[in-house]
């Protein structure tokens, strides 16, 4: 799913207005249309989708915040509306209904009361795996009054900066982290001709390369290496800034002496997971082929299974197990914590194979949740998905699913697994989804030979009150390890969520060492 090791929390609505009176708006108030404008530092005309943010001021806010973001973790506290424009005009200003457009709550509706929001013009088209990022266009943010009694006007009045090493956008600490870990960090880009040949384009492999401090180019010796699977939100600045941070523990030696390699496997389709296919191409190949031998020429890298390791969080903890039992002689153990659903049986709390199986709703009529804090609901699968469908039409989380596990359809695109209006399942792609990439079911059908040489490698983390509802899927992965017989450690932490996960004796990333201090004792046991 779309975490770091960072904790997002925003206020629903209903929390966040307990001081205002929460009426509806009525056919007497004005349609909510806003116009924006393209300011002078954008050279000519601009295009791309536009987005508009909206929620309630707080009560311990006493000025509006420098931004409003959509958040994944309360999907429903942040109305937003999206449309594509292809043209500011000759004008340099577009005016839009925010109701008329991609909403994922209607405006018209919203209870009354004082707003923050702010409008962002996404260039690339890639907010919905990246969020906003360099050349973004961004307004200030407005408090207003809504229901709106007139039209409002808003300037995208500022562009995202580019980041670099010593961004001033980042706070000291990290700027310091940053230049402390740039001796031994190298950015590794290599071309790679089999997604080359399956894009039809110009491909490029990326990754972030840390070195331990007693590394030596000329030395004899060589050092075992972890492979990192970012997160789904992870994005290059993120890779950048994990890096520093275990750049700062090597130099305190609070982890062992290994290779970092933080893997970039995103794509503007979202996070490919490095699982081949027909969508997003041969990820999986590409870096076992490709990536992987460039790297071992390049550094004193111990080319053996056995100091070849995988470590990811959430998507990429799938992606660690994924690469494990698939390339099962090439690595030498993953630990995975807290890993998107492995087993289609319970994907986030749906069990896929059951009949007229709905995404949305259980079969009382009752909205499926799919994220939680401290015990209670905080979004449901439809607001998340309704969310994610607004910001943008491709690169969400469940859009990524799509082209991971689906099979293409005629119009080049993946074939939607569930209806997103109405959240039915269908099970012809459930069917191609489970043969495909199922892994609890690729467990189950291991050969006895596969089995044997994944023994004692897959080890699974994840707490019991995941913020996703993960654990159930985890919970499922056990069951088929011990149906397969297949030796594989699973650990269930009690109350932990998906993002405390590496918490431990008050040291906010006490299991993320330990888990290093383990995956060191594999690749060099004496």
Known sequence: ??????????????AALPHTQTMAATSENAPPIISVSLPSLAEGD??????????????????????????ENSPAAVAVAGRY??????????TIDLDATDTSTSFAALPSGQ???????????????FGRGPGDLVS???????????PIGITL?????????????????????????????TDVEIPSPSLTKFSGRPVRLRAWVLVPPNYHAGAKQTWPVA????????????????????????????????????????????????????????????LTTELIPALEQRFRMDARPSGRLLIGHSSGGWASLWLQINYPYLFGGAWATAPDPSDFRDFVGVDLTMARANMYYDDFGNLRPLIRSKGQVTGTIKDFVRLEETVAHTGGTFQ???????????????????????????????SYWRSHYDIGRLIVSLSEAQRRALDGKLRVIVGDADTFYLDGSVHRLQRDAQTARLDAKFRFLPGKTHNDLFAKDGDSLGLLKEIAWEMHAVARPH
């Not at 424009?85 to 577009?94: D, K, L």
């Open 1 to 14: 799913m779309k975490n770091a090791f960072v904790l997002l929390t925003t206020v629903g609505l209903s």
């Open 46 to 71: 601009a295009s791309g989708r536009l987005l508009v943010f909206a929620r309630p001021l707080r009560k311990d806010e006493s000025a509006a915040p420098g931004e409003v973001d959509g958040s």
């Open 85 to 94: 424009v292809a043209t500011f005009g000759p004008n340099r200003s577009v």
């Open 115 to 129: 707003y923050v929001l702010q409008a962002v013009l996404d260039r690339n088209n890639d907010y919905g795996r």
């Open 140 to 150: 200030k943010v407005l408090t207003v009054q809504i229901p709106l009694q007139k």
């Open 157 to 185: 009045d500022h562009a995202l900066p580019a980041v670099e090493w010593d961004s001033t956008n980042v706070s000291p600490d990290v700027r310091a982290r940053r230049e402390a870990a740039r001796p031994f960090l």
């Open 227 to 286: 492979f990192m699977c970012g997160t789904f939100s992870a994005n290059r600045q993120q890779d950048l800034d994990l890096a520093s941070l275990f750049a700062q523990m090597n130099q305190r030696g609070s982890i062992p002496p290994l290779i970092w390699v933080f893997l970039d496997y995103a794509t503007i389709t979202g996070a490919t997971e490095f699982a081949d296919g027909v969508n997003n191409g041969p990820w999986g190949t590409a």
């Open 400 to 430: 990524s699913f799509d082209w991971v596990f689906s099979p293409r359809g005629p119009d080049g695109r993946p074939l939607p697994m569930f209806d997103r209006v109405t959240g039915a399942v269908d099970p012809n792609i459930v």
